[in-house]
């Protein structure tokens, strides 16, 4: 159901290029947990970046739930993310005047989505569903990092996403918050949701039910996560 067929992407500046992908190609299972892992500047984020339309690949296709994201125009390039791709950040980017389930309300105002009568229920049921509705009327900076990552978790699952976009989600937490957010991730995958994330974290590395490892680019490994 996701796709990349031989992406690459080059960019131009200052009379040079640089190759960040090439000939990348991958497919991810409708509830698949896939972990992309790699050094700095391996091209990992690129990566994500095409999946989730906010780059486009200089060569190669991209497929997500049976739109041909590489060819859609500009113009509706923004709407069909809005729809169709919830994506959790390193440093949580929520926004700071909006209150929990304002923000999480957020995508769903912009995507039109849902009748507005029913957006804040559905809201502060994702706000339960990832363990805090008690923080609905709270301001991001009256919460705990691991608070806003949920917050975040739940903003990014408002419009049903067909794909769960992931970049280094744990990167900013303490461990035993990093955890928890980790077994939600996983109740999610465990209920059908499509995850696909950027980590260096040997934790999360063992929870995907599968592993890619990028040289310089170019993936080197791929291999199934042996479970129990
Ligand atoms: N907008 C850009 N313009 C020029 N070069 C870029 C751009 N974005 C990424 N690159 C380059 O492409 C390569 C891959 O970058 P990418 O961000 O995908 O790597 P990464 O594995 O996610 O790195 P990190 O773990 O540090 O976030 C790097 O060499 C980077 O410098």
Not at 62 to 69: C, E, P, S, T, Y
Not at 112 to 127: I, S
Not at 168 to 180: C, V
Request: aromatic share 4%; proline share 4%.
């Amino acid at each position: 159901m996701i796709r990349l067929a031989g992406a690459g992407k080059t960019y131009a500046g200052n009379g040079a290029t640089c190759t960040a992908l090439s000939g990348f190609s991958l497919q991810v299972a409708r509830g698949e947990f896939v972990a992309v892992t790699g050094q700095s500047g391996s091209g990992k984020s690129t990566v994500l970046n095409l999946l989730g339309g906010l780059d486009r690949p200089s060569t190669g296709e991209v497929w997500v739930d049976g739109q041909a994201v590489h060819a859609l125009p500009e113009r509706d390039l923004a709407r069909w993310r809005g729809r169709a791709v919830g994506i959790v950040f390193q440093f949580f980017q929520l926004m700071p005047s909006l209150t929990a389930v304002e923000n999480v309300m957020l995508p769903m105002d912009l995507a039109g989505c849902w009748p507005a009568r029913e957006r804040r229920g559905r809201a502060l049921a994702l706000l339960e569903r990832l363990d805090i509705p008690e923080q609905a009327d709270r301001l991001p900076g009256a919460m705990s990092g691991g608070q806003q990552q949920r917050v975040a978790v739940a903003r990014a699952l408002a419009n049903a996403p067909a794909l769960l976009l992931a970049d280094e989600p744990t990167g900013n937490l303490d461990t035993r918050n990093a955890a928890a957010l980790l077994d939600l991730l996983d109740e999610l995958v465990a209920d059908g949701q499509t995850l696909v994330m950027v980590t260096h974290d040997p934790a999360v590395l063992r929870r995907a039910h599968r592993t890619v490892t990028l040289v310089d680019g170019r993936m080197v490994d791929e291999r199934e996560v042996r479970h129990g």
